[in-house]
Nanobody, 127 residues
Framework: QVQVVESGGGLVQAGGSLRLSCTASGRTRPSFVTGWFRQAPGKEREFVAAINWRDGKTWYVDSVKGRFTISRDNVKNTVSLQMNSLKPEDAGVYCC????????????????????WGQGTQVTVSS
């Protein structure tokens, strides 16, 4: 089994920065893909960014390109999401998820393709 835990959420003013971390433990594999998703009240879960542990390939939703950066530390099994120039519309519960890219057919932007999920961390952006 794999456990995923997020940390780093909080309250920030518009234009500010936050750094989220996602740590995976248990039966992790170098072939994992880790994604970040967010959900605001009354809205559907939205893909934010994802990274392939093996080759570092990344994916971003258009609305965060140039402001957010996803990165990995394979030694610590940690994926970070650096969020700069935050906007009120970036607020929500941010969840980290993982999938073994070699054992599952997956689309990195699709939540239902991920097998392991964290509980989420709240990000609030004040205007």
């Amino acid at each position: 089994q794999v456990q995923v835990v997020e940390s780093g959420g909080g309250l920030v003013q518009a234009g500010g920065s936050l750094r989220l971390s996602c740590t995976a433990s248990g039966r992790t594999r170098p072939s994992f893909v880790t994604g970040w998703f967010r959900q605001a009240p009354g809205k559907e879960r939205e893909f934010v960014a994802a990274i392939n542990w093996r080759d570092g390939k990344t994916w971003y939703v258009d609305s965060v390109k140039g402001r957010f950066t996803i990165s990995r530390d394979n030694v610590k099994n940690t994926v970070s999401l650096q969020m700069n120039s935050l906007k009120p519309e970036d607020a929500g519960v941010y969840c980290c998820a993982a999938v073994n890219a070699e054992s599952s057919a997956y689309t990195p932007t699709r939540p239902r393709d991920y097998d392991y999920w964290g509980q989420g961390t709240q990000v609030t952006v004040s205007s």
